[in-house]
T-cell receptor
Framework: DTEVTQTPKHLVMGMTNKKSLKCEQH?????MYWYKQKAKKPPELMFV???????INESVPSRFSPECPNSSLLNLHLHALQPEDSALYLC??????????????FGPGTRLTVL | SQQGEEDPQALSIQEGENATMNCSYK?????LQWYRQNSGRGLVHLIL?????REKHSGRLRVTLDTSKKSSSLLITASRAADTASYFC???????????FGEGTQLTVNP
């Protein structure tokens, strides 16, 4: 299984809602990533988990809260978002954080709209 | 911050023609990777070239790397309509950890 899955595909939420994005991989990868991508722009790194521990937080606002319950799952909890947070949220995984020579595997993304 | 720049920003060609995209970067790298993204979808890893390599091939893809100029190019030969997508280069620093993506090239292949 060489796939990264993400749910939901689309999410519309109000600024007072709480929601979660979910990501799953069964490739035995020990590094997992959250990216945010605006239209016609490259992905921007948000968080990196290595061996289920938060390794990198790119100064992301606290209204985004990541969680890695086990080596296969990665969640992104959303609370009190702003309309400018509307974007495509991409999850990715790689074998281990320090080995970049195998590339990253991306999920299809969750299209988030904040009203 | 993004260290990669790609040109052109957009490229439109006819099916069967070759497409060349360029990527420049600013700092030392361990490797450089190219990804494809179909509209609104996830990125797909295409090819990786290490800092000690100058050229690499994979099917219809050819990538070159010039570390003295801090630049790379991706050539897609005999393009197809299905190659229509955005193409991003991404650099990995020595010591690993994170990728830094370029701004991307939007390629349109007309049937």
């Amino acid at each position: 299984d060489t796939e990264v899955t993400q749910t939901p595909k689309h999410l519309v939420m109000g600024m007072t809602n709480k929601k979660s994005l979910k990501c799953e991989q069964h490739m035995g990868h020990r590094a997992m990533y959250w990216y945010k991508q605006k239209a016609k722009k490259p992905p921007e790194l948000m968080f990196v988990y290595s061996y289920e521990k938060l390794s990198i937080n790119e100064s992301v606002p606290s209204r985004f809260s990541p969680e890695c319950p086990n080596s296969s799952l990665l969640n992104l909890h959303l609370h009190a978002l702003q309309p400018e947070d509307s974007a495509l949220y991409l999850c990715a995984s790689s074998q281990v954080l320090e080995r970049t020579d195998r590339g990253q595997f991306f999920g299809p993304g969750t299209r988030l709209t904040v009203l | 911050s993004q260290q990669g720049e790609e040109d052109p920003q957009a490229l439109s060609i006819q099916e069967g023609e070759n497409a060349t995209m360029n990527c420049s970067y600013k700092t030392s790298i361990n490797n450089l990777q190219w990804y494809r993204q179909n509209s609104g979808r996830g990125l797909v890893h295409l090819i990786l070239i290490r800092s000690n390599e100058r050229e690499k091939h994979s099917g219809r893809l050819r990538v070159t790397l010039d570390t003295s100029k801090k630049s790379s190019s991706l050539l897609i030969t005999a393009s197809r309509a299905a190659d229509t997508a955005s193409y991003f280069c991404a650099t990995a620093p020595p010591g690993g950890s994170r990728l830094t993506f370029g701004e991307g090239t939007q390629l349109t292949v007309n049937p």
